[in-house]
Each structure stands twice: as C-alpha cells, then as structure tokens.
C-alpha cells in the first residue's frame, strides 16, 4: 500500500509449534495431551513478540497463520489486536495459505527441522514421511514454504525455532536471519531460553531482519518441479499412489509426481501426506 509517496511494508508470519520456546515433546503440540494449553499460550505469546517487533518497524499490516496440526491453536483473544488470524483447517495451501505476492517478508515462527534430521521433534509434514524432494533437493517444511513465498517474489527473512533448523535456513537462504530460541539436546530434550528471554531475541531478530529485507533475496522454484516424497513403509506409498499421476519408483517407498508448479507440487504433497496417513498398520 502506497500512502504520500511512502510504501507501508506488510508482513506474513507463519507459526508452527514444535520450534517453540521450551517446548520438547509432543506433550506440548498435541491437543490431546497434559501439556499442550501451556504449550498454545506460550505459542501465542511469541507469535505476539514477533507481531508487535513488525509493528514497531513500521509494518501497517501483518496476517498470521496458525500453521501447526488443526491450525487452531493459537489463542485469538490475547493475539495482538492489530493482527488478522488464519486459523483452522482445510486450508487449501496449509502453512502459508494468504501468502501472496502483495507481501514484502515472511518470517517463520515455531519451525523445526526437516524429517530424518537431528532436531526437536523433527519431522516433513507427517511423521509417514521420511524425506521429501523438489528436483532431488531434499526439503523440508521450511524449504517448501519458502519455495512458495519465492514464487510470489517474496522472501523469508527470519525464522525462529530451535539450532537445527536455524543451521537448515542457512543452508538454504543466503543471508536469512534466525532467531535459536532452544538448543537440541535429542529429540525430545532442550535446552531453551525462559519465554521473556525469548521474546527479547525474538523482537531483536525481527527488527533486524525487517531492516535487512532489500539484502534478502526469495528462494526461487524451479518452473516446472518434480515432487518425491519417501514414505516410511510401502502401505504409506500406495496411499499417496492413489492421487493421479502419481508413480511409485520400483523397490522402493518414493512417489513421485510432475508438476506444472510449486503451487501444484505444494498442493499434491498436501494431498498425498494426508492420503498416506490413512495407513492403519505399520
């Protein structure tokens, strides 16, 4: 938006919940368990950190995403009011559904690393994927995610969550800041700073990164993707074989699928996790 010659930036933040601060174990992320109201109020707490450092840089819009499981979790009545919320599901594009090419950064928030990693809780959409692929470059959530906001020409400048994930932006995205609120100790052990601590990094890291947007450059697709995703058994794999054209590589548990673009890849790993999680006995 254009107001008097000057261009207000506006901001889409992505939330997912196992790279949240303090967070372990799947005790905290899944809503059936003891722990998971703490771990939804400490979410919404940092989204609010990250909302508010946007603001404060002179952001006149910011759109959330709740991005983890349902994509309900974070609490709308104590999200920072000036904020407008995506939450629930079916989204039709998940984690980054309302990302278009009208933004000027992502920030990722509460991510974690990509399956078969070293990371708190890490995993690629489903705990049935064991490795996901775009052209034979192996990625993860992140990666993916990204992928889309660079095919709107928009690019991720931070994301917070625990060291592996932050060794996995750099990795990816030259120049991307991080935000290591928590340090792996195994899977599900951490070693993590307080939520006040947190916040403090969480605003700094975002102030930075906003003023460091124009050096950030978006990760851009490949044109015409070739989507593999490698299930953990065989069952898992003729699930995901049912969504046409789809193919499973011989002898192995790969399904791979040709797509016009990411946002077709996206939405087919979309449909073939979800297909493949209806697998009842492993």
């Keep these: 938006m254009e107001e ?78 000036d904020a407008a919320l995506i939450t629930g599901d079916v989204k039709p594009f998940s984690m980054v559904q309302g990302l278009d090419e009208s933004m000027d950064a992502v920030i990722l928030v509460g991510y974690h690393a990509r399956a078969g990693q070293k990371g708190v809780m890490a995993h690629s959409m489903t705990w049935g994927a064991r490795n996901m692929y775009i052209n034979d470059v192996p990625i993860g959530e992140l990666g993916f995610n990204a992928y889309v906001a660079g095919f709107y020409g928009v690019p991720v400048v931070l994301v917070a969550g625990d060291d592996c994930v932050g060794e996995e932006a750099k990795a990816l995205i030259p120049g991307i800041h991080t935000a290591v609120v928590k340090e792996t100790i195994s899977r599900s052990a951490v070693k993590s700073l307080t939520p006040k601590k947190a916040g403090v990094l969480l605003r700094e890291r975002t102030l930075d990164a906003l003023k460091d947007v124009s050096n950030i450059k978006p990760l851009i697709p490949p044109e015409r993707p070739t989507l593999k995703i490698e299930f953990t058994n065989y069952g898992e794999a003729e699930w995901a074989n049912l969504m046409p054209g789809t193919r499973i590589e011989p002898g192995t548990c790969i399904v791979t699928y040709e797509a016009k673009d990411i946002l077709e890849a996206y939405k087919s790993m979309l449909v073939m996790t979800e297909l493949a999680m209806r697998t009842s006995f492993c």
């Design 4 to 81: 008097m010659g000057i261009r207000w930036m506006k901001v889409y933040i992505s939330v997912d919940m196992e790279g949240i601060t303090g967070l372990p174990d799947y005790t905290y992320v899944s809503s059936n368990e003891k722990n998971y109201e703490r771990g939804r109020r400490i979410m919404t707490q940092e989204a609010n950190f990250v909302i508010q450092a946007a603001f404060d840089h002179g952001a006149r819009e910011v759109l959330v995403n709740d991005s983890h499981s349902k994509m309900n979790n974070l609490l709308i009545e104590e999200i920072h009011p």
